[in-house]
DNA sequence: TATTGTTATACTCTATAACTATA
DNA sequence: TATAGTTATAGAGTATAACAATA
């Protein structure tokens, strides 16, 4: 149910949080006192705040996803990496674009298989990895601030056995 | 980020959850015991049974929620309601469109301002909202299934504080 | 035949800009 | 001038279908 990150410089939403007219969800009032309504809350300001993270970085959520995997997976190829992400070939095939454009991966030939190209992150792919740890570790830190260790702890419990 | 719900019948994923790359967020690995990442699983869940509960009613949570807001506030006007929504007035119009077309709502014409219409709700959109706050009721019982009343107050409780 | 990467195309949702008719 | 509704257009994201090169 996500929406997406504008990186173009020409879109005067890229600043911004993406909206859609499903995050006025808020108005179903018959979703009060409901936990599907107190989940999507919760969770829109945690995207708000994901989102404010990556701030200015030349990132989408789909793109970052795309780039920890490869991380996760080096020299994995386009097709392996559209089965992980679950998503259609052409699609994967514009955020490896995207990423190679944006200098943070690189496609490198295939010794045994001259149709494929292994994908492996550019030393600057691996610098904005850990730029988003760091950044990661201070939005956890913010989503949680008004929890206690313990009710964080009790929280996830919770929320794993809603998560089934 | 939030996906879509198509439906027209022409597109062959009118019956499935919308997806997108974003979902697979899972993937994110050093969101592992975060927050954020307990989070968004939770919704992605309840997101899930959401949209099943939706089913083949001829909406999708946006125009379900621009017709729960019309409901809550009768005889409000387009601009009005694209305010309430947050969106754009052109978003507004095609939301107003299609619930018109699937016969939920109505434009009247207002008294003193020709410029402006009126909408409200029609017999089915009425009967619509009664199916949908009985389908409700069965979504969050599945979506609470495996905590205790106890436990379902407490997550409510703190996830509350998350949204802040 | 099957698979990898790719191009072409289409569809949904959203937004901005500009128009019209009223106020 | 300002507002309500509308139309036209564009952009991001997704998908399917079809293709060439290779296995």
Chains 1, 2 share one sequence.
Do not use: C, W
Not at 2 to 11: F, G, I, R, S, V
Not at 87 to 112: C, H, Q, Y
Not at 156 to 163: D, I, M, N, T, Y
């Amino acid at each position: 149910m996500h929406a997406t990150m504008p990186t173009t410089k020409k879109t005067s939403a890229a600043a911004g949080k993406p909206r859609t007219a499903a995050d006025a969800l808020d108005r179903f009032d018959f979703q009060s006192d409901s936990l599907g309504y107190a989940l999507r809350r919760a969770q829109v300001r945690a995207y708000g705040l994901f989102f404010e993270m990556l701030g200015a970085l030349e990132l989408s959520p789909a793109r970052l996803t795309a780039l920890s995997t490869i991380a996760m997976e080096t020299d994995i190829n386009q097709a392996t990496l559209a089965r992980r992400l679950n998503i259609a070939g052409p699609s994967a095939l514009k955020l490896i674009d995207a990423l190679e454009d944006a200098g943070f991966i690189r496609r490198k030939d295939v010794a045994n298989d001259r149709r494929s190209y292994s994908l492996a992150l550019t030393a600057p792919g691996k610098a904005m990895l850990d730029t988003l740890r760091a950044n990661l570790a201070a939005y956890e830190a913010r989503l949680a601030s008004r929890l206690t260790a313990a009710e964080r702890e009790q929280l996830l419990a919770l929320l794993s056995r809603v998560a089934s």
